[in-house]
């Protein structure tokens, strides 16, 4: 099989899957480091953000729209995935972007000693995919552009999830050599031997048990998500101590994790590991236990350059200014919060009173730890409920200045908005809208961009008018209604059932993607 030399063997004849990382925006990793006891840096107002490698560009177009007074720089180096964010860029008319296809060696090239123009890079999974060249290139982008006080956020596979699972990648992409036709054939073709292997008896998959259920969820897998996981040449599994030590040669040190519940070894590691992990002083060696202790096999790091440990008052001051948002109807908050270690149930005295308190406004974290609720738990109760209720997706960090009657322009985000709502007529589906108020933005079910699509058409003053746009729009485009996994087809059936929703998105929904600045 010929591989394009300016691939440099990474998968590039289909686009990658369309996503949006809440992990990326600027105002979750302010407060992702505040909460670990860090100072969040120039993450707080960045001026300027850096993307290596934004895939087909979604969230970083979301980004973008949603934080109007930062520029953001991305860097891609497949031009179908340029294209695409850049027609997007384009329709939606913002002006804070530069985009550029280039590889993260050419970038270092130009990237001038000393040039620190940089308040934030985001590397959202692209580390595991490019080649070791590419790995030292995106360290003398960090050292020769990343302002000190500047952050880094880095999301990779790792081990040792993923130990279990380099003989199987291996095999399908030695297969996908021997298959003609475009990666994602070669994907279909690899996990049909991979069945065949299996049920023949291979002793590779008796010895990794595991390795059924991982083949069972890849079926159902997108097809060119999959090529872009299992078939790229370069397929790098980081232990944390070397993406550590490889950003270290930048002159960053570890903050702690994006994914703010791995930061609380009481809701991460089996309880037996924890008094281990408490007692290793060494921040590096601790991470590298508790990645044993949960089998972790997705890392989301943030790194920062010369940011300081902060004191208690220092903490207090810095937190007590951030601010928080509703992103659900108050009706739709769930006290129920996934974690590593199994669902939590929050205390719904708690948790119910911070939820009340967002459903009436954005409210700062000084206001939410003066609830009554916390007077005995005090800032860390307070800190753990809104950590763990921005870790479930029910209330986003808002930007530093996005608080009520702000300069953050809306303008921007609901223009990409409209152009998103636009394209879903047209049968392109895009599943996150930008939420300007939080800076940040939100997944969004097909049912509801059907909806919204009938408000942006003049057609959302009540039930009837929404669900009669929504209905004949799916008849045009040629797709049914699904209610809880069920395909509605009887006509009367939809339309008692798309009026329902209708008028529940009327009355719930749309007062809070109001207050979100999303229409």
Request: with cysteine.
């Amino acid at each position: 099989m010929h591989m394009t030399a300016w691939t440099e063997g990474y998968v590039a004849d289909i686009p990658y899957a369309l996503g949006f990382y809440r992990e990326t925006v600027p105002a979750h990793i302010a407060f992702a480091a505040a909460c670990v006891g860090k100072h969040p840096g120039l993450a707080l107002r960045p001026k300027r953000v850096l993307e290596l490698g934004f895939g087909m560009g979604l969230g970083f177009v979301i980004n973008a729209a949603a934080n109007p007074a930062t520029h953001f720089e991305g860097v891609d180096f497949n031009p179908l995935h340029v294209a695409h964010a850049r027609g997007l860029v384009d329709e939606a008319e913002l002006t804070n972007v530069s985009l550029r296809e280039a590889s993260f060696q050419d970038l270092a090239r130009d990237a001038q000693e000393g040039q620190h123009d940089l308040d934030l890079i985001v590397l959202h999974g692209i580390l595991t995919w490019v080649s070791a060249e590419a790995h030292e290139a995106i360290v003398e982008i960090a050292r020769k552009r990343l302002k000190p006080g500047g952050l880094l956020y880095v999301s990779y596979n790792c081990m040792p999830g993923w130990a279990p699972v380099l003989p199987l990648q291996r095999l399908m992409r030695e297969n996908a050599k021997r298959v003609t036709g475009r990666s994602d054939q070669q994907t279909g073709s690899g996990l049909e031997l991979v069945k065949a292997l299996m049920s023949e008896g291979a002793g590779y998959f008796k010895a990794n048990s595991g390795l059924e259920q991982r083949v069972e969820r890849m079926s159902t897998l997108d097809k060119n998500y999959l090529a872009h996981e299992y078939l790229n040449a370069n397929w790098f599994i980081f232990h944390f101590a070397d993406v550590a030590d490889m950003f270290g040669r930048a002159k960053l040190g570890f903050v702690g994790s994006g994914t703010l519940v791995e930061n609380i070894d009481g809701l991460a590691v089996p309880e037996g590991t924890r008094a281990r992990i408490s007692a290793e002083t060494d921040p590096i060696f601790k991470e590298t236990l508790r990645d044993i202790a949960s089998n972790k096999q997705f890392r989301r790091d943030l790194f920062a350059r010369g940011v300081g440990v902060l004191n208690p008052a220092e903490h207090n001051a810095i937190l007590s200014t951030m601010c928080f948002a509703l992103a659900v109807p108050r009706s739709q908050v769930s006290f129920k919060i996934p974690s590593p270690v199994g669902d939590l149930d929050g205390n719904a005295e708690i948790y119910g009173a911070v939820a009340d308190l967002l459903a009436d406004k954005t409210a700062s974290f000084a206001e939410i730890a003066a609830l009554p609720v916390f007077q005995q738990g005090g800032a860390g109760a307070a800190l753990q409920a809104v950590g763990l209720f921005v870790h479930s997706g029910q209330v986003l960090p808002v930007a530093a200045g996005g608080t009520v009657g702000s300069e953050v322009d809306p303008k921007p985000a609901q223009r990409l908005n409209r152009v998103i709502a636009e394209k879903m007529l047209n049968g392109r589906v895009y599943s996150f809208l930008a939420a300007p108020t939080a800076g940040s933005g939100i997944q969004v079910p097909h049912s509801e961009l059907l909806m919204l699509t009938a408000v942006l058409a003049g057609q959302g003053e009540n039930a009837e008018m929404v669900s009669a746009y929504v209905i004949q729009t799916m008849q045009r485009l040629g797709i049914n209604w699904v209610k809880e996994g069920r395909t509605i087809t009887d006509p009367a059936e939809r339309q008692r059932i798309v009026s329902a929703d209708a008028a529940t998105f009327l009355s719930e929904k749309l007062p809070v993607w109001q207050k979100l600045g999303i229409l």
